[in-house]
């Protein structure tokens, strides 16, 4: 019988997931991947002084990042980081060697067409994928055919900004947390950061070093713990903008002369074609099955939607799932069956208080029961894996740590002992 063929989109944490997994189902695999080497996110870009699209540099990652999650829960399911790296909350850099030991590990690079962008997938009426694809050396396009997709590209790449009245009229300079670098460009400057998410608070922390004043405006119930920043004020939002500030919903005012929005980011699929029948509202990628496969054309499966998760793991067993599926091992539910499935979600969310900007996110409720994630759960009863309990574990000790403890909560080193326990060190 002739094997398989799947095709690959982007070999950042999830692609190499995806390419991995399906080698090891025996099927015929090509992965594409746009840029020159392996990693996505986790790839530093220095940003060209002419960008005309935000879009058009990948990677959002900034000088001196840190993870905010351990290494010891960033792993793949069989493969995680080697004990030789110490600490716990590693570097960028750590992380992408990381990857190139998964790479290397199962010969993966081999499989890899660097310097090629997907730039339209077709459904045809044979139930096979027509892939055009563009040689981003030569400049020349060709189109291949496949029977099942990854779609694997990343989604902290479009900004999301809020809609503040008085944006237009605002003076000074505004970037989105996308294209931070690194704080020196901030000193002896007033700035506003919007949004206290990690990356809100990484960046409050960084710029508030060497900035004159940083506002931080946030509307989380909790106010998170500042304190240990110089010149750092809490603000709530921004009712609107002026020339030279913005006046905050409290009534008081400030003037700056950057923002920084660090206000998320939105799915976006730029090469999928409408006939792929997947549609992006109020950032909700649907009509998707367990938040992966396209109930209209379950032959292709979108990779790393979920947020708050652990992202590694998630992926990993996202794409086991999937590959009982694409193989032919496990049969799919009926479109009618799955349509249900994802309405029910949807309810179950609705009843939690969240929003359709919620659609894709695993929170805390959803994830533990017994120190168990609820979502892993579904996928590991197809998929034959699961995470460990020490993995969710850790997790729970880790969760929402950089609002209250960002100061401290990197100084500690975790060590797994089984798959049960682990062990906490206080390091420095
Ligand atoms: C600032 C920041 C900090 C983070 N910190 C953590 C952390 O501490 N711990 C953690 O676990 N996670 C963290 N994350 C989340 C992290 O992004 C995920 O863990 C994971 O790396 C995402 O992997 P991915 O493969 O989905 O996407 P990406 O890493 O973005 O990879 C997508 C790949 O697809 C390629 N691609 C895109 N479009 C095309 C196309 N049309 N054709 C061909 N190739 C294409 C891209 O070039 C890229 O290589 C962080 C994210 C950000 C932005």
């Known amino acids: ?21 399906s080698l ?17 996110t986790w790839v530093y870009e220095d940003l060209s002084p002419n960008i005309e699209d935000e879009c058009e540099i990948h990677s959002s990652m900034y000088q001196g990042l840190r993870t905010n999650l351990p290494k010891e829960v960033m ?29 290397e590990h199962f010969d993966l690079q081999k499989h890899i067409k660097f310097q090629h962008e997907v730039i339209r ?6 139930g096979r994928w027509e892939v055009h694809v563009k040689n981003r050396l030569t400049g020349k396009c060709f189109v291949e055919m496949f029977d099942r997709i990854f779609v694997c590209n990343g989604h902290y790449t479009k900004p999301q900004y809020p809609r503040i009245e008085g944006m237009e ?20 400057e007033d700035v506003l950061i919007i949004g206290a998410g990690p990356s809100g608070m990484d960046l409050t922390n960084q710029i508030s070093k060497t900035a004159k004043r940083v506002f931080l405006s946030h509307h989380l119930k909790e106010a998170p713990r500042t304190d240990f920043m110089p010149r750092v004020t809490q603000k709530p939002d921004v009712q609107r903008f002026t020339e030279s500030g913005a006046i905050f919903k409290d009534g008081s005012q400030e003037t700056f002369s950057f923002v920084i929005f660090c206000t998320g980011y939105q799915y976006s699929f730029p090469f999928l074609s409408t006939d792929c029948g997947i549609f992006v509202a109020n950032n909700h990628v649907q009509p998707l099955y367990k938040h992966t496969i396209n109930i209209n054309f379950p032959t292709m ?22 590959l009982k599926f694409f193989s032919n091992e496990q049969k799919l539910p009926t479109q009618e069956e799955m349509m249900d499935a994802l309405h029910e979600d949807m309810q179950e969310r609705k009843e939690r208080g969240l929003t359709e900007r919620d659609a894709h996110k695993m929170g805390e409720k959803q994830w533990f029961v017994l ?27 880790c969760s929402k740590k950089y609002i209250f403890e960002l100061e401290t909560y990197r100084q500690y080193q975790f060590k797994v002992l089984d798959d049960e326990n682990f062990l906490k060190i206080h390091v420095k």
């Not at 019988?1 to 997994?21: D, Q």
């Not at 997938?121 to 044979?126: C, D, E, H, I, S």
């Not at 009229?169 to 002896?188: A, D, M, N, T, V």
């Open 121 to 126: 997938v077709l459904p045809r009426t044979n």
């Open 169 to 188: 009229i605002y003076q000074g300079c505004s970037i989105h947390s996308h294209l931070y670098r690194e704080p020196y460009k901030f000193e002896g």
């Open 75 to 103: 792993g793949y399911l069989d493969f995680p980081y080697p004990e030789s790296m110490a600490d716990s909350f590693v570097s960028s850099h750590d992380v992408l060697s990381f990857l190139y030991l998964y790479a």
């Open 371 to 397: 120190f168990q994630f609820v979502y892993y759960q579904e996928l590991s009863k197809i998929a034959g894996h699961n995470v460990k309990p020490v993995i969710a574990k850790i997790m729970k000790d």
């Open 24 to 40: 090891e189902h025996q099927l015929n695999v090509v992965c594409y991947e746009q840029s020159k080497q392996i990693g996505g």
């Open 1 to 21: 019988m002739k094997s398989i063929s799947v095709c690959v989109i982007g070999a950042g944490t999830a692609g190499l997931a995806a390419l991995k997994n």
């Open 301 to 322: 499966a979108i990779i790393g939607l979920p947020f708050m998760v652990l992202p590694t793991q998630c992926f990993d067993l996202q794409v086991r799932f999937v």
